[in-house]
């Protein structure tokens, strides 16, 4: 063997090394996406619990562009469509509240059809613990409405949106 032949063996662990790196690094470039993309639903999220009925609808539709978008690709399908329907929900009531009922109803719509998703690609189980009927029943308009409050609710110290307490709603 020549001075400049390298040994099989090394290169099959250099190879090896090689791999092992690109995969540690594409995880790590994976949760940098991941943390990146929840400190921007954070932020957007509490725009929109402290903002007027105008920045929470903007706050919100900034949310629902941003999981839309390629940038969401890192999430699990069901994690994405679970956001999707929450922050649709949210829409809905906002909606709502503000008296554009024809905007409320899209919202609605389109809550439903990401809860059913979220339901449909649940990866915990979700879809074995209650019956379709059952998940129906719990996304109807005004239990979507209790689930929101209470989200927000607990996530503001027991205050709720601002945009909700300025309307009385």
């Known amino acids: 063997m020549s001075r400049h032949n390298i040994p099989r063996r090394s290169l099959a662990a250099l190879a090896a090394g090689v791999a092992v790196t690109i995969l540690l690094g594409g995880c790590a470039s994976t949760n940098s996406k991941k943390l990146e993309l929840n400190q921007d639903a954070e932020r957007l999220y509490r725009?929109?619990?402290?903002?007027?009925?105008?920045?929470?609808?903007?706050n919100l539709q900034q949310k629902l562009d941003l999981f839309q978008s390629p940038k969401a690709e890192v999430l699990?399908?069901?994690?994405?469509?679970?956001?999707?329907?929450?922050?649709?929900?949210?829409?809905?009531l906002l909606e709502k509240r503000a008296g554009r009922k024809d905007n409320a109803e899209a919202a609605f719509v389109k809550a439903r059809y990401w809860g059913l998703e979220s339901y449909e690609l649940s990866e915990d189980g979700w879809k074995t613990r209650v019956p379709l009927g059952e998940f129906m029943s719990a996304t109807g308009p005004d239990r979507i409405a209790e689930m929101i409050d209470k989200l927000d609710k607990t996530a503001s110290s027991g205050r709720g949106p601002k945009y909700a307490q300025a309307s009385g709603g």
């Open 76 to 92: 699990a399908r069901d994690a994405r469509a679970h956001t999707l329907y929450v922050t649709y929900a949210r829409l809905y």
């Open 47 to 58: 725009a929109y619990l402290e903002g007027n009925v105008n920045e929470a609808r903007q």
